[in-house]
Each structure stands twice: as C-alpha cells, then as structure tokens.
C-alpha cells in the first residue's frame, strides 16, 4: 500500500467522503499510430462490430435507466448502429483513412450538418461525440470514456464533470466527487451539492489518483487524502460523527439565539427536487428556478402543462411560501422557440427579464399558469423576475404580474446596479432575493464558470458583502424584505453574516439547512451584527472568512468546516 | 422506379422521435427506399440522414425506391410523414 498524500482543493459540496476512486475516463483520440486502411472491407466489418458493441451497452444502461435518461439512451444506441453512419464509414475507409481516423471523420461530417441545422438538432452533436468516443475506445482496446457504470460505492475522480456526467450519478453510490478542475459555483457543483454528494474542485494532483485508490474527502475545508492511514480516515470518521451530534437536535424554522425569524428555504430546479424538499424540514421554496420547464423542447410548454407543475408543486407545500422565479434563459442556454440569435458574451446578453421584455408572450403564459395555479391551490405563492437592472424594468414586471392578479412582486438581485440602487428598484415591491452567484461574478468581473478565477468568486469578497449590505439598506427603506437564495446562503459563516447584514430569509440546497439552523441558533442577532461588520472591515476575502470563523462560536466554525 | 411526395406533418419537423418511427418503418418494409429533399438524396434507412435533411413541418419530400411492386408500401410511408403523430 502506498502512503498517505494529501492534497487540497476547494470545497464546494459539504460532507465526507471515503471510498475507493472511480476514475472517469478521458476521451479517447484518434489513433495518431494506426496504419492507412489496407483491406477497407475488414476493417469496415470491425468497425460494425464496434459501433454494434457500444449499441448493445448503451441499451443495457438504458435498460436500468429510466424516463428521459432512458430516451437519451435508447436513441444514442441507434445512432450506433445508423447504416448511413457505417457507410460513411465505408467511404472513409476506402480512401485509405484508418479506422478511429475514419469514425471521427464520418462523424464529424455529421456533426456538421447537425450543427448547421441549430436547436434541437445541434443538441444531438453531443450524442453522437458520445457514440464516437465510445466507438473509438472500442477499436483501440480503451476502457469505455465517460463515467464508468458504478457496481459499488465510490469516489467519482475526475478532471472535471459535465453537468450531464454530474446529473445522472446515483448519489447512494458516489460517496464524493474529486475533480483537477472547475469552479466553485459551476452548474456541477450545483448540482453535486443539490445530490448531496460531497464535492471537492481543483485538486492539484487529482489525476495521478489510481483506479480502486481510498480516496477520503471533506468537502467543507477541500481536503482530500489518497490512501489515508488508519489514523487519518478515525479523524474524517470522527468529525463526521461530531457533525451528526451537532446537527441531530436541529429542526424547525430558523432563528437566532435570541428569537429574530430567519425563515430557511429551499432552491429547486425541477419539480422532482421541489416534491423531494417539501418533505423536508424547511420553511419553503426560495428560489424555484423554472427553466427545466423549457429546455430541451422545439415549443414552449403550453399553459396547462405548466398550470399543472405549478399547482403541484404549490400543493406540496401547503401554506409554506414558495417564490418561483420566471423563466431565466438566454444565449448561454438557448430555446428553439426563444432564440435572440448567438451572442459574443451571453452572461452580459438578452437573458433573465431582458429576454421576457422581447418575448412578452411567454412571460404571459408562465404568469398565467402562475395565477391558475395559485387560485386552485391558495398557496403563498411570491413571483420574481431574474436579471433585473433598472428601475423601469422592475417596474414593468411588476405590472405584468399584479395585471395577472398575482399579490406577491419581487426581483432578484445579481446586478451591481439593483444592488446599489435597490431603494429605487424595490419602491412599490413586495420583495427582493439575493443571487449571491451572479451578484460575485457581476461585482468581480469575473466568469463564474472559470475555475481559475475561483478566489475571485469567493462570495467573501468585501466588495460583495459591500453589495449586499447595499440592497439591504435599499430595502429596509422601502420596507421590502430582502433574502438570499445563492450557494453563500448555505455556508453556516457567512449565513451569520448576511443576517448581520439585514438578511431576512435564506434559500439553499435542502442538505444545507440544518447546519445554517444550528449556526444561527447559536447567535444572538447583534452579534451577527458584529460578525458582519468584522468581515466587512476585511481586506481580502480570506481575511474576512478567517476573521469570522475566529469570532463565530466553535461548533459553526466546525460545521462550517464539514 | 416509383416515386411519391410527402408533406411533414410533424408539428416539430422530421426530428426525433417522428424520424425514427420513420425510419424503423422504412427498415421493416424491407425496402431500398431514397428520401429527398432540396436536393439532397438520403438513404430513408439510416435515422441520420434523415436526421440531417432538416425537414421543417409543411415541407415536402420524395419518396423513392427501384422496386416497381412497392407501391402501397411506400404508400403507407408517405402516410406515416403526413400524419406527423408518429
């Protein structure tokens, strides 16, 4: 057995992990050693063969697949086996390309076509690439590309994950995530923290992590150690423990050590993750995100369709509040039927309301759906829109909404401009939410999903927090309360800190909740006051994270750590 | 040879799901079946070429095979474009 190596990297999941490393393979190239085509016959007939090998596995998983991952499967697997596809092939071959040279070429002219068509059809490059890749492991003796199909438990080891790779792993398998690169708000990080997989982002060194290696994580302070020493899993093992006593007695709705409500909400992204959190401990819904009602679609979805997610959702949450945020699209994700055309710098874009400004009807739509749906159901439902600048579309929206009989108007704030100006923007509001994601990356210049840039997206960034306290004070003089519904919400520490600095509601993954509850719990509100202003007298972030965690009662700090 | 047109009835175009009923159909009649459109001639047995015709819902393709019998088989393929709920 080798010796323990540690290494470190950012912690973007929380939890521990421990298991042994299942490596995520790399794509494999073209063979850059393989002879010209000698006898094209034969070596069309192996590359069938392949193509047929990778279609019999890709139905095998969608066979333990199911709904749509299934489809992806199913069609995938046909793609394998297209005749058009092998007669390309064919071609290739015949003018003397080698194998893998001949199924990345056929491919590629496919890839094309596909590209040019755009929407949809462009969304099935990615399949194809997919079959490629397999196809061409398969000729070359690789082991399949991709996440290897897990048996057991495990630590996914990766150079990094697609948000596609991170969507379908099984979190009663992946006990934690370890990647060479991305970044602390990336989509996957999102979403391994939303599975509750414990996450850990540039880990220098990840790569040389062997197949079956103990891998032990914590994805609060980014530790990793390969081939831990008995020692070392005792101590992973006994913060663990701590953590499970600390957090055993916390339930109910938020508050500080002297009583101040702080209510602790959920972000959902689907329908499924908002029935999974309604049966949780939390005081409601956030941040319900409403994209996944329109992705991956030719047409809108109609007004039913969308009446009835709405009203089922709600449902499940009784008279708990739930804020749904209108659609957030934009060049970035772009829909078939709402295509403003490609933009050079889509985060800066027609996206959020700008895109809702230009197509008005399908803001029409969702708000009427909204409305239905809340008048069946009577529940607290509270609408806001993504993306907001000014005063003027702020108040647009706002008319929108109470024009479709709605009660509840609020904006979120991602903009430098809503923040510093919220006392304008929130006039005449009911509320406002923090996107503390797209507040760093707007406030910082600086690309959310470039992992490079991570320290600058630390949302400890005094000038961040700065923000913040900005919208508060905004909204304080308007009397609209002001909540957070970013992955800083979700941070024991530095949900102390927004709520010294007038935060009145946080939203998080579901699996966050209880370590905040606890943290604040432990607070009286005027001392997260005082922790606020410690951080906000910071130079850096790393000093005000430090000179937090130092202040904070030890038992935050840990879970904060954890 | 005989020849037929079709107009796509798919509301969506001839993607997904109504292009590989298509082409599951045209590789159950057994036949050597041609589809085009603006132009461009594909092999109606391979869901990728079909795939990469980007026909649009309300465009109209040709149908086409060597085989002189296949009359009401090809029929019943047109039949399958047209409906569109396929």
Known sequence: MSAPRALSGLGVSVGFGLGPAVRVRPVPGVDP????????????????????????????????????????LLMTAKLATDRGLAKSVDKQLAAGAGMTRAVHDAMEGYVGKLQQLGGYMAQRATDLYDVRDRAISELRGLPEPGVPEMTGPGVVVAHDLAPAETAVLDPSLVLGIVTEVGGPTSHTAILASGLGIPAVVRVAGAGDIA????????????????APSEEQRDAFRLRAERRRAALAGSWGPGRTADGHAVPLLANVGTLADALRAAEQDVEGVGLFRTEFLFLDRQEPPSLDEQTATYTEALRAFGDRRVVIRTLDAGADKPLPFADLGAEENPALGRRGLRLSRAREDLLDTQLAALAAAQSATGADLRVMAPMVATVEEARWFAGRVRAHGLASVGIM?????????????????????????????????????????????????????????????GGSTTGAGVGVCGEAAG???????????????????????????????????ERCRELAGLALGARTAPEARDLVAGAADPIARELAQA | MITRTATIGAPNGLHARPAALFVDAVEESGLDVTISFRGETADAGSLLEVLTLGAEHGDEVELATEDDGAGEALDRLVELLVRGDA
């Open chain 1, 33 to 72: 050693s393989e002879p010209a085509a000698v006898d094209a016959a034969a070596d069309g007939a192996r590359v069938r063969e392949a193509l047929a090998a990778v279609a019999t596995r890709l139905e095998a998983r969608a066979e333990r697949a199911d709904g749509e991952g299934r489809e992806i």
């Open chain 1, 211 to 226: 197949e079956g290696e103990v891998v032990a994580l914590d994805g609060g302070t980014g530790e990793v150690v390969v």
């Open chain 1, 413 to 473: 704030i991602e903009t430098p401009a809503s923040a510093v100006r919220s006392a304008h923007l929130l006039d005449g509001l009911d509320f406002a939410s923090i996107g503390t994601n797209d507040l760093t990356q707007y406030t910082m210049a600086a690309d959310r999903m470039q992992g490079e840039l991570a320290d600058l997206l630390s949302p400890w960034q005094p000038a961040v927090l700065d923000m913040v306290q900005m919208a508060c004070e």
């Open chain 1, 491 to 525: 941070d024991p520490l530095l949900a102390l800190v927004l709520v010294g600095l007038g935060v009145s509601s946080l939203s998080m993954s579901p699996n966050k909740v209880a370590a905040v509850r606890v943290a604040l719990g432990l607070h009286p509100v």
